[in-house]
């Protein structure tokens, strides 16, 4: 038998696939302590290990030591160094490297999965706040803008009968839009809101927006530009079914012209 013969045999051995005649050819030959046998079977043994220890992905620390340490806890049929009796196959060495190194890749992937499910949450709660920051951040700047421009109208809104108390503010710049400020409003019924409403000239009331009040009866509204709306001449506020109105329909609690 060759060599190239002989190291084929072993590979097979190896990996518990050699049966029949062959299986009882490469056994006589360990058992006779045949050099170039047990030589071949060493280098397939320590190709298999090599491979299955070149994990491209390896788990972290702490889940590895625990892998090894139930693998070590394993019994591992060993085989006799010099006779190998017949009627005791030797147990083949890549089901338990397999089994090892299949265990440590699943453990690396559960881990990971695991940290990047975290790291995703994360990520979106920070993305979260951050879109926030940036909507406060242009608020900020559209009252800066209003606030610094002499074009900006400043309307006071006092209380009508519904609500004699209660008073308003508002900042309105043609092109910016404006900012809406209002205390001592009562909490609108289920079921309902404030609409705030911008009346230039003759024309009909023009929706400036829907808000609602805390517990304090205060309540704010950031208003876009109103299109084909430049100079105003007085803002309400009503009590509308809550999503408003196109058009007034309920009580007004506030009015206050410029």
């Known amino acids: 038998m060759t060599r190239d013969e002989i190291g084929e045999l072993a590979a097979a051995y190896a990996l518990g696939a050699l049966e029949g005649g062959e299986l009882a050819r490469f056994e006589a030959l360990l058992r006779a302590q045949d050099a170039d046998a047990l030589a071949a ?21 702490a889940v590895k030591a625990a892998l090894m340490e139930r693998i070590a806890a394993e019994p591992v049929a060993a085989r006799p160094p010099a006779v190998l009796p017949l009627s005791r196959r030797r147990r083949p060495l890549w089901p338990v490297i397999l ?7 699943l453990a690396a992937v559960v881990v990971g999965w695991s940290v990047s499910a975290t790291y995703e949450h994360r990520l979106d709660a920070l993305a979260r706040d951050a879109d ?14 209003i606030l610094r421009d002499p074009a900006t109208q400043v309307v006071s809104l006092a209380g009508l009968p519904p609500a004699p ?15 809406f400020v209002a205390a001592g409003l ?16 003759g024309n009909a009331p023009v929706s400036a927006g829907v808000f609602s009040v805390d517990a304090s009866g205060t309540g704010s509204l950031s208003v876009a530009p109103l299109p084909g ?5 007085a803002f309400a506020v009503t009590l509308e079914p809550a999503g408003g109105r196109p058009a007034p329909s309920g009580e007004m609690y506030l009015l206050g012209k410029s």
């Not at 090892?100 to 890749?105: I, N, Q």
């Not at 709306?229 to 001449?233: D, I, K, T, Y």
Request: glycine share 8%; no cysteine; hydrophobic share 45%.
């Open 99 to 105: 089994s090892g190194a299949m265990a440590a890749g």
């Open 229 to 233: 709306v430049s100079a105003v001449n």
């Open 132 to 145: 926030q920051l940036k909507a406060e951040l242009r608020s900020q700047q559209t009252v800066l803008k």
């Open 165 to 179: 108390s209660a008073r308003a503010r508002m900042l309105w710049h043609a092109t910016a839009g404006g900012v």
């Open 41 to 61: 079977l060493r280098d397939a043994e320590s190709t298999l290990v090599d491979l299955a220890a070149a994990a491209p992905t390896p788990p972290p620390p």
């Open 186 to 201: 009562p909490a609108p019924p289920p079921g309902k809101a404030y609409q705030l409403w911008a009346i230039a000239g």
